[in-house]
């Protein structure tokens, strides 16, 4: 390697510049993601009890449509009131989209179930580290209803536009209804059905969920004709309070016209709540974002911030609280207390390399090589989509003590020869001093240094569960003690520079103090080849 000195230095010299340029932008998170690919596939059945939905939804979902997707290794359902839940879990090594194209193939063909239910509907997927961050919604001047209409129709869109945002659920909702309350003894008293009053009130709506009457079909209103044009009739429906809906006459009462609003009390208000939200002890709306796989806890929450920012002269007379949960912070002083302690411990290399070695060349030979493995780690674990969390961290405090220990190991070595060749009253040639030097180190350490990368082979391979939680701590040892098996040899060339060129400026007096290690002085060294 003695004839590509200079390329070799370049490598070296641009990973670690690509290194430092992208390292900063890698994902942070504050551990990896460890579940293997999950769909989860939701479908609402309004008004449908448990054992309802079990048998008339979940069942059919499972058996009919979802049975045989290629790669599913368990399938777990959830059924509620008004809401069945299915999750498909794929086995370890399935890609996330091509598991969500599976499956949506298969819900292509949804129509073939029972018509009791809306479409079922594939969520978002979710980071399995858990919730991104928590927001408080809380207001003096607007109601519940009106906060969460806010909340429903301004703010959560804005979120979900967030890169990186993957779901906004929203805790103590209440939607905005018109709730028709009706009272047996006067609809007896009128001669009039409960189910006049549903095709009543469900038909003068734009758009009614009951799909057994006639307005749960959009239709057109028809069209004028004219003699030279045509105009089209659209359907207004000043129906938003409940006064408005009170004048609407109920259907099929005969010749006479009874009002909505004679035989019934027709208020605003919401659904019932399933679970309630407080904010700082108050009644408010609690917003708890999720994120996408492998997406940047900082970076999404810096693009939250920033779109609550944007909606501020909006939202006048509400407090928004982004402070209930908020994980960005811990990561933000993680980061700098471990940029504190790596600082400090880069100074105590130095000292100890300087006081161990006295050859200010050869500590900063060690110091490079040392850093060039850490960089080249973490820029693999960059490339192949992992984020830099606590685990990998773990993995680059590991892979030091074995790169140090190398690169330390080889600078007493080249040492040894050098205290050995001035012994003997002989120059040796840089080239040949470096060569013997490390032919020397590399049996016994190298074999241990391989042997560690062995031990942890396994665990970066198998994409199994079990292992998936330490798989990036083995992938970062494995890289960098690669690396630093690979360094011993192609670093020979940039040592030999810097040696020779100490070496034919006649500084052949470098002070190295007494030899180190228990070898004594060594026999002098041929001129390798």
Same mark, same amino acid.
């Given at each position: ?6 390329? /070799? ?22 551990? $990896? ?8 596939? +939701? *479908? %609402?059945? $309004? ?8 048998? #008339? ?23 509620? @009131? ?11 090594? *399935? ?23 809306? $479409? ?57 209804? #018109? ?20 095709? *009543? ?43 408005? #809906? ?31 939200? +407080? ?18 806890? &900082?970076? /999404? ?11 501020? $002269? ?25 940029? #504190? ?40 674990? %960059? ?46 040639? =840089? ?17 241990? *240094?391989?042997? =560690?990368?062995?031990?942890?082979? &396994? ?63 060594? @026999? ?6």
């Amino acid at each position: 390697m003695l004839g590509f000195r200079f390329l /070799v230095v370049a490598l070296a010299a641009g990973i670690m510049v690509v290194g430092i340029a992208t390292l900063p932008g890698m994902h942070t998170d504050v551990l $990896p993601e460890t579940s293997s690919a999950v769909v989860e596939i +939701q *479908t %609402d059945a $309004p008004g449908l009890s448990a054992p309802e939905v079990e048998s #008339l939804v979940t069942t059919p979902l499972e058996k009919n449509l979802l049975e045989g997707v290629m790669g599913v290794t368990s399938v777990t359902s959830d059924s509620i @009131p008004g809401l069945s839940a299915i999750d498909l879990h794929f086995a370890p090594g *399935t890609g996330l989209y091509q598991a969500r194209q599976l499956v949506q193939e298969r819900l292509t063909q949804a129509f073939v179930l029972p018509n009791v239910s809306r $479409p079922p509907v594939m969520r978002q997927p979710v980071s399995s580290t858990g919730n991104v961050l928590m927001v408080g919604l809380t207001s003096t001047r607007l109601s519940q209803i009106e906060l969460s209409v806010l909340a429903r129709w301004t703010i959560v869109p804005r979120l979900l536009g967030v890169a990186g945002v993957a779901e906004v659920s929203t805790f103590g909702q209440a939607d905005q209804q #018109l709730q028709v309350l009706v009272t047996p003894t006067v609809l007896a008293a009128h001669h009039i059905s409960l189910a006049q009053i549903i095709a *009543t009130a469900g038909n003068s709506q734009l758009v009614t969920p009951l799909s057994y009457l006639e307005g749960s079909t959009p239709g057109t209103g028809g069209f004028l004709e004219s003699p030279n044009q045509r105009i089209t009739i659209r359907h207004v429906l000043p129906f938003g309070t409940p006064a408005n #809906l009170g004048q609407v006459p109920v259907t099929e009462a005969g010749d006479r016209q009874v009002l909505l609003g004679s035989v019934a009390s027709i208020v605003q208000g919401h659904q019932p709540l399933i679970g309630d939200a +407080q904010v700082r002890g108050g009644a408010g709306l609690v917003l708890v974002i999720q994120k996408l796989p492998s997406a940047s806890v &900082p970076a /999404v929450t810096a693009g939250v911030d920033q779109a609550l920012a944007a909606l501020k $002269p909006g939202l006048a007379g509400v407090s928004v609280d982004a402070s209930l949960f908020r994980p960005a912070t811990y990561l933000a002083s993680a980061v700098r207390n471990a940029g #504190l302690a790596l600082l400090v411990a880069a100074v105590l290399a130095v000292i100890a390399l300087i006081a161990l070695l006295l050859n200010l060349r050869l500590v900063f030979l060690t110091l490079a090589g040392i850093s060039l493995s850490l960089v080249a780690a973490t820029l693999v674990l %960059d490339l192949l989509g992992s984020s830099f969390n606590s685990l990998v961290l773990l993995g680059l405090l590991l892979a030091l003590a074995i790169v140090t220990g190398d690169a330390a190991g080889g600078a007493c070595a080249l040492m040894q020869r050098l205290a050995a060749g001035r012994a003997d009253g002989q120059r040796q040639p =840089a080239g040949g001093l470096v060569a013997a030097a490390y032919r020397d180190f590399r049996g016994v350490h190298g074999s241990a *240094t391989l042997a =560690a990368v062995v031990a942890v082979a &396994p665990p970066a391979a198998f994409e199994a569960d079990a292992v998936r939680e330490v798989r990036e701590v083995a992938v970062e040892v494995a890289v960098a003690t690669t690396r630093a098996l690979i360094a011993r040899h192609l670093d020979t060339s940039a040592q030999t520079r810097l040696i020779d060129g100490a070496i034919s400026r006649g500084n052949t007096a470098m002070p190295v103090g007494t030899a180190l290690g228990s070898g004594g002085p060594q @026999p002098p060294v041929r001129e390798a080849s």
